[in-house]
């Protein structure tokens, strides 16, 4: 399976950082910097200009998704 890579804006960098900073384990960066990249992606909108409605309305989608899921 092939690398995608994956542009390095300043907000992006800035999260990394931190998580390095933090002592986080690379998966566990991987698995946070996914979850940015998903949530981004939903709205088509970089994550720096989506707010609390937005997270509100994407947790509302994942757990709907979940119990979608689960009823299977």
């Known amino acids: 399976m092939g690398h995608k890579e994956v542009p390095v804006t ?3 960098k800035l999260m990394l950082e931190e998580l390095q900073r ?16 998903d ?6 909108c970089p994550p720096d200009r989506l707010g609390p409605q937005h997270i509100r309305q994407y947790q509302a989608e ?9 009823l299977r």
């Open 22 to 37: 933090r002592n986080y384990s690379d998966e566990t960066i991987r698995s946070y910097m996914h979850a940015v990249e």
């Open 10 to 12: 300043h907000l992006r």
């Open 62 to 70: 994942l757990f709907q998704k979940r119990c979608d899921y689960k």
């Open 39 to 44: 949530f981004a992606r939903r709205f088509n």
